[in-house]
């Protein structure tokens, strides 16, 4: 039979073991994680073109910096060879001018990185089919991996061939799993800890 700190809440950590100052910086973790999955996916499901928006922002900013970085290892990086150095210099401005793009034109650059982002998906699913029909023969049950395989194979040429519809389709799934999980995690930090038989002061 399982001790109350022992069970869901307890996040598989013995309870009755650790500081009352461990337990208040996992519940203080988990409910900040928690909540800003909660408003991400809250976001996601209202507002799901600025929240977008955002997102692209930091990746354009993101960009930038990662472009910065690369040419200042090209350019003050003397113990690489002057080829590598040549090459850290393009890749990073390459990626500086994608990142200046990208925030110059937000709105579009955002869009097109969802229609890549759901386009690769799609075909990563279609070669997952691909390998799961060719492997078939090694799995227990072959008929089911056929058959999974085929799924895969349809879900992902679905994606491909309208990925405006399926981006739409796939972030309020994520945003409601985010919402899902926000909440389940806010409950679990608001909870964490209350099993505890004993109190150890660190």
Same mark, same amino acid.
């Given at each position: 039979?399982? $001790?109350?700190?022992?069970g869901? %809440?307890?996040?598989?950590?013995?309870? %009755?073991?650790v500081?009352?100052k461990?337990? /208040?910086?996992? /519940?203080?973790g988990l409910?900040?994680a928690s909540?800003?999955?909660? !408003?991400?996916?809250v976001?996601?499901?209202v507002w799901?073109g600025? $929240?977008?928006m955002v997102g692209?922002?930091?990746?354009? +900013? #993101?960009l930038?910096?990662t472009g910065?970085v690369?040419?200042a290892?090209g *350019?003050?990086?003397?113990?690489?060879?002057?080829?590598?150095?040549?090459l &850290?210099?393009v890749?990073?401005l390459?990626?500086?001018?994608?990142g200046? *793009?990208?925030? /110059? #034109?937000?709105?579009? =650059?955002?869009?097109?990185?969802v229609? +890549?982002?759901t386009i690769?998906v799609?075909?990563?699913?279609? +070669?997952d089919g691909?390998?799961?029909?060719?492997?078939?023969d090694?799995a227990s049950? /072959?008929g089911?991996?056929i058959a999974?395989? !085929?799924?895969s194979?349809?879900?992902?040429i679905?994606?491909?061939?309208?990925p405006?519809?399926?981006?739409t389709?796939?972030?309020?799934?994520?945003a409601?799993?985010l919402?899902v999980l926000?909440?389940?995690?806010?409950?679990?930090?608001?909870r964490?800890?209350? =099993?505890? &038989?004993t109190?150890? %002061?660190a």
């Amino acid at each position: 039979m399982s $001790t109350p700190s022992a069970g869901f %809440d307890s996040l598989g950590i013995d309870l %009755d073991s650790v500081p009352e100052k461990l337990i /208040r910086a996992v /519940r203080i973790g988990l409910g900040l994680a928690s909540a800003v999955a909660l !408003i991400i996916g809250v976001a996601l499901l209202v507002w799901p073109g600025r $929240t977008l928006m955002v997102g692209g922002a930091l990746i354009g +900013i #993101n960009l930038l910096i990662t472009g910065l970085v690369r040419t200042a290892i090209g *350019v003050f990086g003397s113990a690489y060879s002057a080829g590598m150095r040549v090459l &850290s210099i393009v890749l990073g401005l390459l990626v500086i001018l994608g990142g200046i *793009v990208l925030l /110059r #034109n937000l709105a579009a =650059g955002t869009a097109i990185l969802v229609l +890549i982002m759901t386009i690769v998906v799609g075909i990563g699913w279609i +070669i997952d089919g691909v390998m799961a029909l060719v492997d078939s023969d090694k799995a227990s049950s /072959r008929g089911w991996a056929i058959a999974l395989g !085929i799924i895969s194979i349809l879900a992902g040429i679905a994606v491909v061939a309208a990925p405006a519809w399926s981006a739409t389709f796939f972030f309020t799934f994520v945003a409601i799993i985010l919402i899902v999980l926000g909440i389940v995690g806010l409950v679990r930090a608001f909870r964490f800890g209350s =099993g505890r &038989s004993t109190v150890i %002061d660190a």
